[in-house]
């Protein structure tokens, strides 16, 4: 039987709660659509206990970054906050990032997550993309990375578009592109007809 392959979404304290659901819930419907696990979706944090959302809501952590080492990750992203870019990234999680982003299959980050991915180092000399609203921000780091895309490392440029690290997983050919058209129409659009 084939191992479910881990998705590891790195939380911080005032994380936006839909750069994590979001993409959870991408991958979530996806081993519905399977009907098995593909998938083994784990938030981590810093510390064991309840992180606070930028929203409020508070969200628990499967594992915590000490916890985490002996985990193979195939996908590990790292999950923003509206003041990410004001925030001094934590050095414990700057660290962790530094040898377990490398060993994973494929990272990257949700919109604002982009910050403290740059702050690892680990997307010197790559194009990435971060929410609009941050990009004056990104200037601090523009001396050694660009903003836009780039195959193969995965950023979101807007809370709204959260769920394409799933999608693009799977275009990927994690699952196969039927089940990701599916799930991209399943997740994007209405099907119902409207409310007169």
Known sequence: MKVAR????VAMPGV????VSGPLDVFAEANVQARKDVYRLLIVAKTAGHIRSSSGVRLVPDLAIGDAMGVKIDTLLVAGCP???DVRPDVAVVEWLRRIAPRARRYGSVCSG???LAATGLIDGRRVTTHWAVAQQWQRYSAFISLVSSP????VASICSSFQPGLAVFRLGSIGPCCCSSRATFLTCATAKPIV
């Open 83 to 85: 003041n990410a870019a």
């Open 16 to 19: 936006q709660l839909l750069d």
């Open 152 to 155: 193969g490392l995965f950023g």
């Open 6 to 9: 881990v998705i590891a979404i």
């Open 114 to 116: 982009a910050f403290l």
